[in-house]
């Protein structure tokens, strides 16, 4: 269970994000070589395996494949509202279930963030490489997960989330997938239906794509899932499920 998307490129997001605030160009230094290991292990994640759903459906990989990020563990889109993984036979069939669609996606924002750390620590070769690779992951992720409609799939709020706050949707395509967006979350009651790694994006997305309007009304809402839900119950920070329910064979429940 060691190496899940998201939660584990950490090693390249906060250090970046950390630079953003501070400007510190030291501590891009000192953790590249971490970084780099992280992005080495993922490249050949994506290269070395296959998921048995996808293998069984083409036996034969696409060419994308190789920068399609679908083996190992990952919890993925961590307890969307509703999720039900508090039984072992649950938490076992979420175990096993393909998130390429995630995995990929950070695969992708990883190593875009990766060029321009270089270029900020003067190693320009690696800056071309990993602008590269990004572009490479980027091509996948679009090869697998946009149909010949230009419709994202799944067809979840997180994937639409994550793939407009990524760059991941084509520039002509980026109106389509917000209005998508919306309509998903009004189809849920105007409710967000995200987890722990599509959450945090949600109303910059809906505000960047000119949808501040949903973003409020989601800010404001007060009737689970929410955030005023859980400040209603006294809560002082976000819980772990949106519900507030006890803890998953995984981790502890956060409150």
């Known amino acids: 269970m060691n190496g899940s998307a998201g939660w584990g490129d950490a090693a390249v997001i906060v250090p970046w994000e950390i630079y ?7 501590l891009l230094a000192e953790q590249w070589p971490s970084m780099a290991r992280w992005l080495g292990y993922v490249e050949r994640a994506a ?8 293998a069984a459906r083409r036996p034969e990989p696409l060419g994308h ?12 889109e961590w307890l969307v509202p509703g999720a039900d993984l508090k039984g072992p036979q649950e938490f076992e069939a979420f175990r096993r279930s393909d998130k390429a669609d995630v995995a990929t996606a950070y695969f992708a924002r990883s190593a875009a963030l ?35 409609d230009g419709r994202l799939h799944p067809d979840t709020q997180a994937n639409h989330v994550r793939a407009l706050a990524f760059g991941l949707v084509p520039a002509g395509s980026r109106a389509d ?6 309509a998903l979350i009004r189809a849920a009651g105007t409710h967000l239906a995200t987890g722990f790694l599509a959450t945090p994006q949600l109303l910059p ?10 973003a409020y009304e989601l800010l404001f809402t007060d009737t689970m899932p929410s955030w005023l839900y859980m400040i209603d119950r006294r809560a002082t920070t976000v819980w772990e499920r949106w519900d507030g329910g006890g803890s998953t064979p995984a981790s502890s429940s956060w409150r």
């Open 20 to 26: 953003r605030a501070y400007g510190d160009r030291r």
């Open 47 to 54: 290269a070395g395996a296959r998921h048995p759903e996808r």
């Open 65 to 76: 494949e190789r920068y399609l990020w679908d083996s190992g563990f990952h919890f993925g």
């Open 114 to 148: 990766m060029s321009p750390i270089a270029a900020v620590i003067g190693r320009a070769e690696d800056a071309r490489r990993y602008r590269d690779l990004a572009g490479r992951v980027r091509a996948a992720w679009q090869a697998e997960f946009i149909g010949p």
């Open 177 to 182: 997938a917000a209005v998508r967006l919306v």
């Open 205 to 214: 997305v809906l505000a960047d794509t000119g949808h501040l309007n949903v």
